[in-house]
Nanobody, 124 residues
Framework: QVQLVESGGGLVQAGGSLTLSCAAS????????MGWFRQAPGKEREFVAA????????RYADSVKGRFTISRDNAKNTVYLQMTSLKPEDTAVYCC?????????????????WGQGTQVTVSS
């Protein structure tokens, strides 16, 4: 069982930056690949970024590539999402998720544990 708690969301102007954090409970954090997903009002949930158990491998959605960076600190049981050059279309609730599978995936189906999410609002 893994419990995930996100923090760091807020209101920011377009072009600004935010860093989200996701703290995980339990002693097996390094056994999970971690992902970030987002859902805007009236839209389906979409993949944002993921990194492997060691953090060496990463994957990004095309819409955030070059602007967002996912990282993790296994000693602190925490995964981060650094967001720069934010756009109004990045406005959404951002959730972190944990996947026990051996491969890095952007499919929500393979993530077993989810946080409650944190709101990110980007004003124009």
């Amino acid at each position: 069982q893994v419990q995930l708690v996100e923090s760091g969301g807020g209101l920011v102007q377009a072009g600004g930056s935010l860093t989200l954090s996701c703290a995980a409970s339990g002693r097996t954090f390094s056994s999970y690949a971690m992902g970030w997903f987002r859902q805007a009002p009236g839209k389906e949930r979409e993949f944002v970024a993921a990194n492997s158990r060691s953090g060496v491998s990463t994957r990004y959605a095309d819409s955030v590539k070059g602007r967002f960076t996912i990282s993790r600190d296994n000693a602190k049981n925490t995964v981060y999402l650094q967001m720069t050059s934010l756009k109004p279309e990045d406005t959404a609730v951002y959730c972190c998720a944990a996947s026990p599978g051996p491969t890095l995936t952007q499919r929500a189906l393979y993530y077993d544990y989810w946080g409650q999410g944190t709101q990110v609002t980007v004003s124009s």
